[in-house]
């Protein structure tokens, strides 16, 4: 019962849909090099986004990584609707949108097949961007703080 209220409220409240520079799989994929990692290539990768709204954080990379595979699932059928939609204008064939409660989505084999993808949380993304945020507004505050000779 509580997750078709939270269902129904988040299909009444739409909202946009945009590619996010820090979730990009470019600078994942160079993050991870840097790390030590060994990440798939970007050319030819398979990146699940948990919560992707309609993709719009996927349809960038979908589009200039053909050979690589994209998966979207959100808990809004109103949202995948209007993404596939979209897709389906764009002619993307390597982006699919699956409506979805994502804590019910690692049971079974979808398990064994999240653990070979690279993921993204675009509510992770957004707290990583708020935190880069933070750390810049602080050091520009620091830096003017700092210098003052009151």
């Known amino acids: 019962m509580q997750e ?3 269902k129904d409220t988040y299909d ?12 990009s799989i470019f600078r994942l994929e160079a993050i991870a090099k840097m790390s030590g ?9 398979r990146v699940l986004e948990l919560g992707c709204s309609f993709g719009g ?8 990584c053909p050979d690589s595979e994209f998966i979207g699932i959100d808990l809004s059928s109103e949202q995948i609707e209007r993404g596939s939609k979209i897709v389906e204008q764009m002619g993307i064939k390597n982006l699919k949108l699956i409506q979805g409660d994502i804590s019910q ?3 079974g084999g979808a398990a064994e097949n999240l653990a070979k993808s690279l993921i993204i949380s675009s509510f992770m ?9 933070s750390k810049m507004l602080f050091l520009k505050w620091a830096k003017t703080t700092l210098a003052r000779t009151d």
Do not use: D, Q, W
């Open 105 to 107: 989505i690692a049971t």
């Open 57 to 64: 954080n996927l349809m960038m990379s979908a589009l200039r």
């Open 125 to 133: 993304a957004f707290i990583a961007g708020c935190l880069i945020l």
């Open 4 to 6: 078709n209220n939270i």
């Open 37 to 45: 990692f060994e990440p798939a290539p970007h050319e030819k990768c």
């Open 12 to 23: 009444s409240v739409p909202y946009t849909s945009n590619p996010f520079a820090i979730s």
